[in-house]
Nanobody
């Protein structure tokens, strides 16, 4: 059974930074694309960023471009989301996701989800 475990969420002030981590069991990321989504109560879950495991190619939602950076550590089987210049509207539960099929991940229907980690940004 594949498991994704997120960590690194918390309460910060606007302008601060946080780094989220997502560690996968097994060697899931060696053949998968990894990504981050977020969901605020009452809203749909939205795509934040993804990374191709082999190429390292990335893509971001327009709302986070220039502020967030997604990276991966092959040896640690971990995907990170560095979040800088945080805004109150970044407040959400952040979910890690993984799938062999990048298009399926980007559509928000990946094979695997993490349990989520809360990020709260106060103004």
């Amino acid at each position: 059974q594949v498991q994704l475990v997120e960590s690194g969420g918390g309460l910060v002030q606007a302008g601060d930074s946080l780094r989220l981590s997502c560690q996968a069991s097994g060697r899931i990321f060696s053949t998968y694309a990894g990504g981050w989504f977020r969901q605020d109560p009452g809203k749909e879950r939205e795509f934040v960023a993804h990374i191709n495991w082999f190429s390292g190619g990335t893509d971001y939602a327009d709302s986070v471009k220039g502020r967030f950076t997604i990276t991966r550590d092959i040896t640690m089987n971990t995907v990170y989301l560095q979040m800088n210049s945080l805004l109150p509207e970044d407040t959400a539960v952040y979910y890690c996701a993984a799938d062999r099929d990048l298009s399926r991940l980007r559509r928000g229907v990946p094979a695997y989800w993490g349990q989520g980690t809360q990020v709260t940004v106060s103004s």
